[in-house]
């Protein structure tokens, strides 16, 4: 096994001293300009890099942001939501050549204890929240620990400030110091109006003449599942739609329980004309069950994506879904928390506000079933 560069290799190649190579290498007075750029260009050559740990063990930063994903691993293999935001994420951590530490676990319990044994370790110098919850231990817990952190997916609401680092109502009350010096403490947050979201949804199907609509919702305990759900019934009962005609299922968002749930509410006395999927996966997959039992699409049955993806577009008939910058949601959350650690106060930032965009999915319901 090769053997790591360390201090005293640069040192000798480069002909200096030990502490000339740890001034060069931390930006510290000290060593002439030459000497500097010499140091370091041999560092280069030979591959050098800091050890976090070490630069931990002595109060400077890990250089690291850390994301942990409480959801059943196997619905993360398919669903390109996560894919798509990590590449945000990875996008601006790259360029501040930052390292993302990434784990996925079994629930929010071990997430909790993640987030501890990090801190502990100062493995990280933030980490980046995702999947609010309605009953949520962990901002509480992050705060304790002085952990800086952003959340990903909170409610976007009136009032809340537009892009921008340290924006947002009570940025900079109660900001405590976490790692590396920064501010912790109300945790900053990324956005999304998933209520004008559903506007747009149900705006589009009751326009075309939909009147008995099921939105197969995911997970109930996350913040988004319930807001998606609130706004269904409150653009539902605004359009003058009953329970009885417009309601919400919940699955864990794989295709399996997507399927299943298609299969339900379709074997119902008076089915569903028109499905909302909370995701692109669980779309294909009720798409796939009508077919199977012989159910036409858009002819019989409209269907909508949450989020579109390639496997929208592929499949025939194409989905209706809404759009959305899901890579500039994750980049929103990695500068935010970038900002934090550069010392700007806790902030809201809103993403993009996704559009809805009709394929060949959805069409008028026949005429007999919505009289």
Same mark, same amino acid.
């Given at each position: 096994?090769?053997?790591?560069?360390?201090?005293?290799?640069?040192?000798?190649?480069?002909?200096?001293?030990?502490?000339?190579?740890?001034?060069?290498?931390?930006?510290?007075?000290?060593?002439?300009?030459?000497?500097?750029?010499?140091?370091?260009?041999?560092?280069?050559?030979?591959?050098?890099?800091?050890?976090?740990?070490?630069?931990?063990?002595?109060?400077?930063?890990?250089?690291?942001?850390?994301?942990?994903?409480?959801?059943?691993?196997?619905?993360?293999?398919?669903?390109?939501?996560?894919?798509?935001?990590?590449?945000?994420?990875?996008?601006?951590?790259?360029?501040?050549?930052?390292?993302?530490?990434?784990?996925?676990?079994?629930?929010?319990?071990?997430?909790?204890?993640?987030?501890? =044994?990090?801190? $502990?370790? /100062? +493995?990280?110098? @933030?980490?980046?929240? &995702?999947?609010?919850?309605?009953? %949520?231990?962990?901002? !509480?817990?992050?705060?304790?620990?002085?952990?800086?952190?952003?959340?990903?997916?909170?409610?976007?609401?009136?009032?809340?400030?537009?892009?921008?680092?340290?924006?947002?109502?009570?940025?900079?009350?109660?900001?405590?110091?976490?790692?590396?010096?920064?501010?912790?403490?109300?945790?900053?947050?990324?956005?999304?109006?998933?209520?004008?979201?559903?506007?747009?949804?149900?705006?589009?199907?009751?326009?075309?003449?939909?009147?008995?609509?099921?939105?197969?919702?995911?997970?109930?305990?996350?913040?988004?599942?319930?807001?998606?759900?609130?706004?269904? =019934?409150?653009? $539902?009962? /605004? +359009?003058?739609? @009953?329970?009885?005609? &417009?309601?919400?299922?919940?699955? %864990?968002?794989?295709? !399996?329980?997507?399927?299943?749930?298609?299969?339900?509410?379709?074997?119902?006395?008076?089915?569903?004309?028109?499905?909302?999927?909370?995701?692109?996966?669980?779309?294909?997959?009720?798409?796939?069950?009508?077919?199977?039992?012989?159910?036409?699409?858009?002819?019989?049955?409209?269907?909508?994506?949450?989020?579109?993806?390639?496997?929208?577009?592929?499949?025939?008939?194409?989905?209706?879904?809404?759009?959305?910058?899901?890579?500039?949601?994750?980049?929103?959350?990695?500068?935010?928390?970038?900002?934090?650690?550069?010392?700007?106060?806790?902030?809201? =930032?809103?993403?993009?506000?996704? +559009?809805?965009?009709?394929?060949?999915?959805?069409?008028?319901?026949?005429?007999?079933?919505?009289?």
């Amino acid at each position: 096994m090769a053997r790591r560069p360390t201090i005293k290799d640069i040192a000798r190649q480069a002909g200096v001293s030990e502490s000339a190579v740890s001034f060069a290498l931390n930006d510290r007075p000290g060593v002439s300009q030459d000497t500097r750029a010499r140091i370091r260009r041999v560092a280069e050559e030979l591959g050098w890099q800091p050890n976090s740990a070490a630069r931990a063990l002595s109060g400077e930063r890990s250089g690291a942001v850390g994301l942990v994903l409480a959801r059943p691993a196997h619905t993360l293999g398919v669903e390109s939501f996560f894919l798509q935001l990590v590449s945000g994420i990875q996008e601006v951590l790259s360029a501040a050549r930052t390292a993302l530490l990434f784990q996925v676990v079994e629930d929010i319990d071990a997430e909790c204890a993640v987030y501890r =044994r990090w801190w $502990a370790e /100062r +493995r990280v110098d @933030g980490v980046l929240v &995702v999947d609010p919850r309605t009953s %949520d231990p962990r901002p !509480a817990l992050l705060e304790q620990l002085a952990l800086p952190a952003v959340t990903i997916g909170e409610s976007a609401t009136v009032g809340d400030e537009g892009p921008g680092p340290g924006a947002g109502a009570g940025a900079g009350a109660g900001v405590g110091v976490g790692v590396g010096g920064a501010p912790s403490g109300p945790l900053s947050s990324v956005r999304a109006d998933d209520a004008g979201a559903m506007a747009q949804v149900l705006d589009h199907l009751h326009e075309l003449g939909h009147r008995r609509i099921t939105h197969i919702a995911g997970l109930p305990g996350l913040a988004h599942t319930v807001r998606r759900m609130e706004s269904l =019934r409150t653009e $539902a009962a /605004r +359009r003058g739609l @009953g329970p009885d005609q &417009v309601r919400s299922v919940v699955t %864990d968002y794989s295709d !399996a329980e997507g399927a299943a749930a298609t299969r339900r509410v379709l074997a119902e006395p008076l089915p569903p004309t028109a499905l909302v999927y909370d995701n692109d996966v669980m779309a294909v997959a009720g798409s796939a069950v009508a077919a199977e039992l012989g159910i036409p699409v858009p002819g019989r049955l409209s269907i909508v994506a949450w989020d579109d993806s390639a496997l929208c577009r592929v499949t025939h008939p194409r989905l209706t879904a809404l759009v959305r910058d899901t890579a500039g949601f994750g980049r929103l959350a990695a500068e935010e928390l970038l900002a934090v650690l550069a010392g700007s106060p806790p902030g809201v =930032r809103i993403s993009e506000q996704p +559009r809805l965009e009709p394929r060949e999915s959805t069409a008028p319901p026949p005429a007999h079933t919505e009289s």
